[in-house]
């Protein structure tokens, strides 16, 4: 699939989980100049049934990667989507246009994951994946440099931020790739 048939960008808004990917895409949804569907992935993968097994000990699913693609796949095709997953490498990179990956400090990160009930077990894990940079890592070494972004998550005013920086780079997209002004 190439970018230059699509008249929208594919964005994925990846990070650990707590760092803000939801309410990032939401936002972007609101204040894009142009329509954009997001998906939750997560709740995609729940919803449709795309798993193996729920994994009791992680509490998550075990996502089933080619029937998870299958179906994104016609969705994606047609551009102007956001995949928000706390993973990005499973995406073919013919699909993405940019690759948001959200940072957070963890000790701020291990507030989010209590808030949300996580066991102490899964917030452990996911705070050190952010304190290793797994997610960040996973996206550079699967797709070019030019189209992954870190970004930081930490409060309100990075998401602000980070939304207009977002909605700037919808624009220039556009602009190169549709010809829109």
């Known amino acids: 699939m190439s970018s230059t048939s699509k008249q929208a960008p594919v964005i994925v808004i990846t990070g650990t989980p707590g760092t803000g990917k939801s309410a990032h895409a939401e936002r972007l949804v609101i204040q894009s100049p142009i329509p954009l569907k997001h998906i939750n992935v997560g709740e995609w993968v729940k919803e449709r049934g795309l798993y193996e097994n729920f994994d009791t000990e992680w509490q998550s699913y075990v996502v089933d990667e080619d029937r998870l693609l299958d179906e994104l796949e016609p969705i994606v095709s047609e551009g102007g989507v956001i995949l928000d997953w706390h993973t990005c490498e499973v995406f073919p990179e013919r699909w993405v246009d940019l690759v948001v990956v959200l940072r957070c400090d963890h000790t701020k990160l291990w507030e989010r994951l209590e808030k949300r009930q996580y ?7 996911n705070n050190e994946a952010e304190i290793m940079q797994v997610v960040l890592d996973a996206a550079r070494e ?40």
């Open 142 to 181: 699967s797709y070019p440099a030019e189209i992954v972004v870190e970004l930081s998550s930490q409060e309100e005013k990075d998401l602000d931020a980070n939304v207009a920086d977002l909605v700037k780079w919808i624009n220039m997209w556009r602009k190169e790739h549709v010809g829109e002004t």
């Open 119 to 125: 066991p102490l077990k899964k917030i452990q894990e």
